[in-house]
């Protein structure tokens, strides 16, 4: 029986965490393929990033 709580503990945890991932991703509001994520928008990759964090997302 203790084993049946721990592995449903462990798929718990594992729905939970695949559930914040994609809330995650809906609220990107840019998704950088090219390039990289900088605050609300993407920039090239040699570029240092200035900006606070924003809603950008990497791909």
């Known amino acids: ?3 049946l ?3 449903l503990a462990f798929i718990s945890i594992f729905i939970l965490l695949t559930l914040a991932g994609c809330a995650e991703e ?3 509001c840019k998704k950088c ?3 990289k994520a900088c605050g ?3 920039i090239d990759q040699d570029i240092d ?3 606070g964090p924003g809603c950008a997302c990497d791909v």
């Open 26 to 28: 809906v609220n990107c």
């Open 40 to 42: 609300d928008s993407c």
């Open 1 to 3: 029986m203790t084993h």
């Open 49 to 51: 990033c200035n900006e």
């Open 5 to 7: 709580k721990t592995f």
């Open 33 to 35: 393929s090219v390039g």
